[in-house]
């Protein structure tokens, strides 16, 4: 199964498209006006995690 991927919280998503330019997998797209995250492209790399400048982005145990 490997690790949880990363999931934006839509809620919280401000749509600064930060994460969406650093994702070294490309898995990260619009969706309406909220970044979302593919899970069959995401390694869980977290990089979006870190750069979310409002901590909208999670991902269990990493
Ligand atoms: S954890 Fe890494 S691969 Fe997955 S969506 Fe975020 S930046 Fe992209
Ligand atoms: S970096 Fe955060 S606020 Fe910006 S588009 Fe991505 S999830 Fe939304």
Redesign the pocket.
């Known amino acids: 199964m490997g690790k949880p991927?990363?999931n934006v919280d839509k809620k919280k998503c401000l749509a600064c498209g930060g994460?969406i330019s650093?994702?070294?997998?490309?898995?990260?797209s619009w969706i309406g006006n909220k970044a979302e995250?593919?899970p069959e492209?995401?390694?869980?790399?977290?990089?979006?995690?870190r750069?979310c400048p409002i901590g909208a982005?999670s991902?269990e145990g990493?």
Do not use: F, L, M, R
Request: contains cysteine; aromatic residues 4%; positive net charge.
């Open positions: 991927k990363a994460c650093v994702c070294p997998q490309d898995a990260i995250v593919n492209k995401c390694i869980s790399c977290a990089i979006c995690i750069t982005i991902g990493y």
